[in-house]
């Protein structure tokens, strides 16, 4: 649909404003004296100082545990120090909801919560009030649930109400139970009809629950955040005539429901209708002043406001908060002074405009007005970071913290793709292709990307690599192919390589391509192979390949190694799904069994297997973090700490960490303590920044908290009398200085060897040594991975895994073995 004379956003004076809603005809109220906004607003007992309210958003920036991370912290001191006089927190998990990122209120976070409610009221520059929107975390069918499981869930939103109170919160908002129940309690028939069934029956949960929370927590403002318009046909507060147009009939009988249980806040929102469709590719792009959105976003703001003005007048004390003023950047005092004078609203929300603009009430107050270089663009980035459950905030204007998230997020759309290929030189010597550990021709997948043949693509890839997932997401770029690119020394930006192996991979486990080849024929010969990491799993694969049976043991209870046991999630997706489409066919087929758990030297013997197996190959990795050996509580290895982390055993660390470094755990332990509560990050390495081995970008050390202490020694630790770490002892390695660094927990990560323990009694520690093409000293025994390399990149792994195979196989087919 056309806007007839729509233009970009070209509104520079009031006037003009004015002009264009005349132009459009659309009913929206102006003024210029903007001292309303800031006049106090008395309600169920709470003195709020002025009328700007910062509206819920979901942050997806919470620790683990649910609680408050220094990110979420940073977002609402914002809004205080900026001077709103209500802030809405986000849908936050009623004790035992779970969500990605997400807070959760229960009695292990509620010290968090207290924390920081505190310090946003020493901080604020008015004395907001707070409102909690609480959820229960139910995503389920409703034909699924008794009455019986209802009242718990009614009962859980009531507790976490009480901890909201003793948290410190003046309010809560439970309507996002009312929208994540809409198609389930709500809007079906639980087991008995009770709460499905007559608009009534529909209503009756969140009524009940409002009528329980005002009797357990009396003290608490009620209130509640609705869409009282979703913009589709058959949606609520919508004519059934025509879905562009409002029926408020429910929304009406709600509020009026709402009031007699307590409700003394609304706030109102609505989802316009999208009248051209949306597509997922159009959803992650950002949008430019340029694009003609689907109907004028004044006739959108008439419909918030007219929605909020007949909610507001139905009952008399109600206070209701509008919404939707982002559009209007630097009018926006405007309108809302205009809307509050008129009635409509009692106070102006602003959603991705606080997030843009923090500081907009104190500049409203000093200055008269709101600067336009400050204000929300309406750019769809930070609703892009929202779909994707990403941390949530203003990637134009807090671009430091937002911008890499968003870019990470891009990375992988068709046009960023397509503009990073079309750079490749197609170099004839390619140098990206000598600094690969893989050797993949990588010129030749690219054109085929270019060419649309993403098929040929892919197996120009698996020739030399059979998981390029897992290895375009671990490998360390810079320092392989990306950082020999060509465009890196002209440009400063090489071809996204990685990305675009990931993409073309990942596709073509979608389409079913990417499973372990089978021969008809067997070549009448057992391999055992040791480890089931990335070495062991391509050296697995490409045997099969060759036509010989495999018999894959692996001392976990899964496959996947130091990837799926220790890398964070944050740096890794779960490499289980490109791992067991590898391997399926050729379990399918009986060509490979994986057997787990099984250790050498406990439950396998070497021996046994030579004895039994016509080739054995070792790929059991380096699992053994070097250590000061002073054994004390809050001294912790590397890849215990990460597998802690990644297992759930370990949800929390001391605010002041030390990190003992010099491998790839220590970058990844130290991402981890903080995003667990670490402060303070002191990383001790004895040599230079140069020396240490490790694949994160250095621009990393610049994270805040984080102090990169090159050329101190560790010594040895200091502990109190019950035998936790208080301090480490440090010595400069050129100045000779001694100091004693306080600290409240020690992670070791200083380098990886092999494990003793994992060869078994029988396995000497020389194996590893005068190793020929993965060959060892003793016949059909073969070692490969972390074992013989030390620990290099997953891609080098995986070459290892590749080159033995490739060895056991010529010397099997040779017949130079006298088995």
């Known amino acids: 649909m056309e806007i007839p004379k729509y233009q970009p956003f070209y ?27 800031f006049e106090p607003l008395e309600i169920h007992g709470k003195r709020i100082p002025n009328r700007l309210c910062a509206q819920p958003i979901s942050g997806y920036d919470a620790l683990p545990d649910g609680s408050p991370s220094e990110l979420t912290a940073r977002r609402y001191q914002r809004y205080a120090k900026g001077g709103f006089g209500m802030i809405w927190f986000e849908a936050t998990g009623a004790l035992h909801a779970r969500g990605v990122s997400r807070l959760v209120l229960n009695k292990s976070t509620l010290p968090k919560f207290q924390s920081l409610l505190r310090e946003l009221r020493q901080e604020a520059s008015a004395n907001p009030v707070f409102i909690l929107q609480l959820v229960s975390g139910f995503d389920g069918s409703a034909d699924d649930l008794s009455d019986v499981q209802v009242d718990e869930l009614r009962e859980s939103l009531i507790e976490a109400v009480a901890l909201a109170a003793e948290a410190g919160f003046d309010g809560v908002d439970i309507a996002a139970t009312y929208g994540a129940l809409a198609g389930t309690l709500l809007s079906a028939t639980n087991r008995s009809g009770r709460y499905g069934g007559s608009f009534e029956n529909r209503s009756r949960f969140l009524l009940e629950t409002l009528q329980g929370i005002r009797k357990a927590s009396p003290s608490l403002l009620l209130a509640t955040r609705l869409c009282a318009y979703t913009g589709v046909r058959d949606g609520f507060g919508v004519s059934k005539s025509d879905f562009r147009k409002t029926d408020l009939t429910e929304p009406l009988k709600l509020v009026e429901n709402l009031y007699l249980s307590g409700v003394r806040l609304l706030n109102i929102t609505s989802a316009s209708p999208n009248l051209r469709g949306a597509s997922a590719e159009r959803s992650l792009q950002p949008f430019s002043d340029s694009d003609e959105p689907d109907e004028h976003p004044l006739t959108t703001l008439e419909r918030q406001l007219h929605l909020a003005r007949s909610l507001n007048q139905s009952q008399s004390d109600l206070v209701v908060v509008g919404s939707g003023f982002s559009w209007l950047r630097q009018f926006t005092p405007h309108v809302a002074v205009g809307a509050i004078e008129n009635g409509w609203i009692a106070m102006a929300g602003l959603g991705r405009g606080a997030l843009a603009y923090p500081d907009a009430p104190n500049s409203i107050y000093a200055l008269g007005k709101m600067d336009s270089a400050a204000t929300c663009m309406r750019c769809n980035a930070c609703s892009a970071l929202l779909e994707a459950t990403e941390p949530v905030g203003c990637v134009i204007r807090d671009a430091g913290i937002y911008s890499p998230v968003y870019q990470n997020l891009r990375r ?26 893989n050797r993949t021709d990588i010129p030749a997948f690219i054109r085929a990307f270019l060419d649309g043949d993403e098929s040929k693509a892919y197996e120009i890839i698996r020739k030399s690599n059979p998981l390029p997932e897992l290895t375009s997401q671990l490998s360390p770029a810079w320092l392989e192919n990306e950082g020999a690119c060509i465009e890196t020394t002209l440009t400063g930006k090489s071809v996204p390589i990685l990305d675009l192996q990931y993409t073309i991979a990942w596709r073509a486990r979608q389409n079913g391509m990417t499973g ?19 070495t062991g799993i391509s050296a697995a694969s490409r045997l099969v390949e060759f036509g010989h049976e495999v018999d894959l043991f692996e001392p976990s209870d899964r496959l996947g190694g130091a990837p799926s046991r220790v890398i964070p999630a944050s740096r890794l997706a779960s490499p289980s799904d490109e791992i067991e489409a590898l391997l399926a066919p050729a379990i399918a087929a009986k060509r490979l069994k994986v057997l787990t758990p099984q ?34 509580t809050g001294v912790m290895s590397g890849l215990d700490f990460l597998a802690g982390a990644k297992n759930g055993t370990l949800t929390t660390v001391p605010a002041r960490v030390a990190i003992l470094a010099g491998g790839d755990s220590a970058m990844d332990a130290a991402k981890v303590a903080q995003s667990l509560g670490a402060r303070e990050i002191f990383i001790l390495f004895g040599g230079p920044r140069s020396e240490m081995h490790w694949h994160l970008p250095e621009s990393w050390f610049a994270s805040l908290g984080v102090h990169a202490m090159m050329e101190w020694q560790p010594l040895g630790y200091s502990s109190d009398a019950a035998g936790r770490v208080i301090s480490v002892q440090i010595r400069h390695t050129h100045l000779g200085v001694q100091s004693s660094l306080a600290i409240d927990f020690v992670i070791e990560a200083m380098g990886l060897s092999v494990d003793e323990k994992s060869l078994g009694k029988t396995t000497p520690a020389s194996l590893v040594q005068n190793l020929k093409f993965c060959r060892t000293e003793r016949e059909r025994l073969y070692v490969a991975g972390g074992m013989a390399n030390g620990g290099a990149s997953v891609g080098a792994c995986i070459a290892d895994g590749l080159a033995a195979a490739e060895a056991i196989h010529h010397d099997l087919m040779s017949g130079i073995f006298k088995k």
């Open 599 to 632: 250790t050498l030297g406990a439950t396998i013997v070497l021996e046994e297997l030579l004895q039994t197996y016509d080739a054995v190959l070792l790929a059991i990795g380096v699992w053994k973090e070097a250590s000061l050996d002073q054994p004390l």
């Open 412 to 437: 992988f759309d068709v046009d960023q793709l397509l503009e990073g290929a079309s750079r490749c030189h197609f170099c004839e010597s390619a140098p990206c292709i000598s600094a690969d550990p």
């Open 11 to 37: 509104l520079e004076t009031l006037e003009a404003l004015e002009s264009e809603i005349d132009r459009v005809g659309v009913e929206i109220p102006v003024a210029t004296n903007l001292d309303p906004l």
């Open 516 to 534: 372990t080849r089978i021969t008809q024929t067997t070549s009448g010969k057992k391999v055992a192979i040791v480890g089931g990491g990335p």
